[in-house]
């Protein structure tokens, strides 16, 4: 039998520039890590990979990529916010001879303008179009694209290829359980990509990923992982002897059953990350995001989640047509009446191929700036009622008030207080226990800010009165250190911020179209 011969790929995620708060970089830091996690796509793509290729996964976060050694081909997986960096890395790489294809969200839809830097582009999923771009590939037949119409089934994966990544330079692991969504925001790219039927992977084939993972700690990346109620208490069911901690993405509508929040808190979960997206019901008129009008009242349905000791990650986007200012304020004080203090605030942007994009391409209100401020904290189009830098001004004090000690100290008394956040979280090292607990004394014990001093005191106080799981109660001070690290970052650079803005800053949309 004849041998085939070996090639080298490398499969790349590109360095992003501007980071933005919720990414949780400095937290990372703190345990030790470079980030958080990495992509699924880079260990999924590479599991489909055939075994004569010798594959190296590099994620720029975490790593620096050996720009001299030069392999058969490159893979590089693309985001409105890398892709500046990726077009560099791909524009080196050919130029030395290596076949250069492109993946992800930006490539699938701005496929054009990123053939002027690849060979080929994989559009969408990659199972079954990675491994036809690789036989074409051997063959040097290549083609520009591969796509396809059909959304393939997604009853069974082979586990990503942990195996290829520094695992100990990231804190969790991503696991994806399904995919699709019903719904069709006009902001989000999901159903664009994955199209608007759910597709459910068998409990038992992602319960053996799970075991295989080299991390406890999950993270699932489904964008509604509790959207099937019956597929997800089966799930939870499954899991909860793992001795996980997990967390996820959900709708607001996971409130309405107690059961499944019950049997979420009881297999590990701590903490979901929820698109509230706008408080304006106009706004999400705009946007198309009905199925939160028709959702449990917020503030009851965020009262039940907390309850069952799980956090919320709450997410807000301000920037619609119907919004002003004053939205930062409704959202403020509508997470201080809440208690939730994570709070993940974004800038309306328009990726490529969502309907956002191709509204305001058509009107001309695509802003004239680099597509990597697209990380949420730069304004990126033409808005109705606010010039730019008006919103990136008051954006930039939402946050700095969000993650002020002083209401995270406010937020904690009312949110910890009940002794609901009294269950106890994944296991850590003897090492990690005593690096984290030196960071919490030097920074909340050895301070002269008294914020810092009485929110720590208030922390201590319910671990000792048994109200609050010691882990519990650490992260949640780690927690907000964190943000607040990330948001000085970013005030470091505001001279420079604000200068860029100003560079593409114009009248609100509403204002210059009156005028003309």
């Not at 509230?276 to 199925?291: G, I, M, Q, R, V």
């Not at 420079?496 to 593409?504: L, P, S």
Request: charged content about 25%.
């Amino acid at each position: 039998m004849k041998t085939k011969k070996k090639y080298t790929l490398y499969l790349i995620s590109p360095h992003q520039k501007y980071i933005n708060y919720p990414a949780h970089v400095e937290l990372a830091k703190m345990f030790g890590k470079k980030r958080l996690m990495i992509p699924l796509a880079l260990p999924t793509v590479a599991r489909l990979t055939p075994d004569h290729y010798d594959i190296s996964i590099f994620d720029e976060d975490i790593e620096n990529l050996p720009l001299n050694k030069i392999p058969d081909i490159v893979g590089i997986t693309t985001l409105a916010a890398t892709i500046t960096r990726a077009y560099e890395l791909a524009d080196h790489y050919r130029s030395k001879g290596a076949i250069v294809v492109f993946g992800g969200p930006y490539a699938s839809f701005m496929t054009d303008e990123a053939l002027h830097h690849a060979d080929s582009i994989v559009v969408g999923e990659a199972e079954g179009l990675w491994e036809e771009c690789l036989k074409d590939f051997e063959n040097d037949e290549i083609k520009p694209v591969y796509r396809t119409d059909e959304c393939r089934p997604y009853k069974t994966q082979k586990p990503p290829r942990w195996d290829l990544i520094k695992t100990r330079k990231i804190f969790q692991v991503a696991v994806q359980a399904s995919r699709g969504c019903p719904f069709n925001c006009d902001f989000c790219l999901v159903s664009k990509m994955f199209g608007r039927k759910m597709r459910y992977r068998e409990i038992e084939n992602v319960v053996e990923e799970i075991k295989a993972a080299p991390s406890k700690y999950i993270f699932f990346v489904d964008d509604n992982l509790t959207i099937n109620k019956k597929y997800a208490k089966e799930l939870m069911k499954a899991i909860k002897p793992l001795g996980i901690s997990w967390g996820c993405m959900c709708s607001i509508d996971v409130a309405t059953d107690d059961e499944l929040l019950s049997l979420m808190a009881e297999s590990g979960c701590f903490n979901i990350l929820i698109g509230f997206e706008s408080l304006n019901p106009a706004s999400l008129d705009e946007t198309n995001k009905l199925h939160n009008k028709a959702a449990t009242i917020y503030e009851p349905a965020i009262h039940k989640i907390h309850s069952h000791g799980i956090h919320i990650n709450a997410s807000f986007v301000v920037g619609f047509d119907n919004d002003t200012l004053q939205e930062f304020d409704n959202i403020f004080d509508f997470s201080m009446r809440t208690n939730m203090p994570s709070v993940n605030l974004h800038l309306l942007a328009a990726p490529p191929g969502s309907e956002i994009y191709k509204r305001y391409q058509l009107e001309g209100r695509l802003a004239d700036c680099n597509p990597e401020l697209g990380s949420g904290h730069f304004p990126t189009l033409h808005y109705m009622n606010m010039s730019q830098i008006e919103l990136f001004d008051q954006y930039m004090e939402t946050i700095r008030r969000l993650y002020s000690f002083e209401t995270a100290r406010i937020k904690a008394e009312k949110l910890f207080s009940g002794g609901a956040f009294i269950r106890k979280g994944g296991e850590i090292t003897v090492y990690l226990k005593a690096r984290l607990s030196w960071i919490i004394f030097k920074e909340f014990v050895l301070t002269t800010d008294p914020e810092r001093r009485k929110l720590f005191r208030f922390i201590f106080s319910l671990i000792r009165s048994k109200k609050i799981a010691i882990d519990k109660g650490f992260s949640y001070l780690l927690l907000m250190l964190s943000c607040q690290r990330q948001i000085a970052q970013h005030q470091k650079h505001i001279v420079e911020y604000r200068k860029m803005v100003m560079e593409y800053n114009s009248e609100p949309w509403k204002a210059r179209r009156n005028a003309s």
